[in-house]
């Protein structure tokens, strides 16, 4: 048999090729992320603040006095703090329906000074119907402490609308919910240890022993030996220098090396309430066979009406015919060999028509079979 002989130009070709793969395969990133992206500093977290206020400015959508009395023990506690006060009766048979009572949520970011303003949630406690075009009176916005550290105010943004008529309703989205944008404004700062001198501890987002080690290791090979220590599967810790400017531009530098993280554990989630299977990496099925197949059970009932001869004397009477069906689809049997990874199961699965349920349930045989390889979750 001759050789093939390419032409030239065909063999410069396919060699720049070749050249252009391996170049690309020798420059592809590694799957690295910055230390800030894996790691949170200890003691430096947000903090929930919580206030219950009144909506005003509702055109008819408030809380309905008869229904929700608070609403209007609210309102009265706040003209008297106005200096406004009702007689017994007009106090009595006070009934807004333009004020409705609201919970308002606010998250206070680490660092917070005050004077800094943030964004809160205004959500409705009573049978308001709507918040659209309302204004939030002023709320004093409280920590887990009981101190209050923002105040609240201003116009609240619902994204949904809304309209009914003759009995008919529509909706988009909800109406008893809305934001306002830096509507809160801080008025103390929550103390924290971060100015503190000595060592600096970070928790990793997800404990691996493995990227522990690497980020201790890759800030050790940046800043000297000894500076960081792999405490755990979940904390580094990382020895900072003392005073808080020097501590802070030192932190800067480290949250900004890159660190490849460990591989994560093979690991299988299952919503058992909505039928979402979520596959993780490095899944793997055993040596397993598997047979599946369904039984349902089908009761009907017929009403027959029962005619008495007409010169007897019987009367006309319903008669239920109940009839019991049950069928059992064929079981249709798979074989999978050792090592085949989820995804060929499930791409198998698929193919003989297997629903959500049904895949579930087999994830949770293998699982108790020890042929599935993997961490499985149901949540």
């Known amino acids: 048999m001759m050789p093939i002989r390419l032409p030239s130009i065909l063999r410069r070709v396919l060699a720049g090729l070749a050249a252009l793969a391996a170049v690309a395969i020798a420059a592809a990133p590694a799957q690295a992320a910055a230390i800030r992206d894996l790691t949170s500093v200890q003691g430096v977290r947000v903090n929930q603040l919580v206030g219950y206020g009144l909506v005003v400015g509702l055109s008819g959508t408030g809380d309905q006095a008869t229904q929700v009395p608070y609403t209007t023990q609210s309102l009265l506690s706040m003209f008297q703090r106005l ?202 099925i055993g040596a397993c066979a598997v047979a599946h197949g369904n039984l349902s059970v089908t009761i009907s009932t017929q009403y027959e009406v029962s005619q008495p001869n007409p010169l007897g004397a019987g009367q006309t009477a319903v008669v239920p015919q109940t009839t019991a069906k049950a069928k059992q689809d064929q079981a249709k049997l798979l074989m999978f060999n050792p090592g085949v990874t989820l995804e060929a199961v499930v791409r198998a699965l698929n193919a003989v028509g297997a629903a959500p349920s049904d895949l579930i349930a087999i994830l949770q045989a293998m699982k108790a079979a020890g042929a599935l390889h993997a961490q499985l979750d149901v949540i």
Do not use: C, H, W
């Open 83 to 284: 200096g406004i006060n009702l007689p017994p009766g007009v106090a009595s048979n006070l009934q807004p329906k333009d004020v409705a009572a609201v919970m308002v949520t606010a998250n206070l970011p680490p660092f917070a000074q005050p004077g800094q303003q943030i964004n809160v949630t205004v959500s409705a406690v009573g049978n308001a119907s709507s918040l659209a075009g309302g204004t939030l009176l002023m709320t004093p916005l409280k920590g887990a402490d009981g101190q209050t550290y923002a105040v609240a105010q201003g116009n609240v943004v619902v994204s949904g609308f809304g309209a009914s008529s003759g009995g008919n309703t529509t909706q988009v989205n909800f109406l008893t919910a809305g934001l306002i944008a830096n509507g809160a404004t801080v008025e103390r700062a929550v103390a924290g240890n971060f100015d503190q001198p000595g060592p600096l501890l970070l928790a990793l987002n997800t404990p691996s022993f493995g990227t522990a080690s690497r980020i201790a290791d890759s800030i050790n090979q940046q800043f000297g030996a000894g500076t960081a220590t792999a405490l755990n599967a979940g904390v580094v810790q990382v020895q900072a220098p003392p005073t808080a400017g020097a501590r802070t531009a030192f932190l800067g530098q480290v949250e900004a090396l890159d660190v490849t993280p460990q591989s994560p554990p093979a690991k299988v989630v299952i919503d058992a309430r909505s039928g979402t299977v979520v596959l993780g990496q490095n899944v793997t």
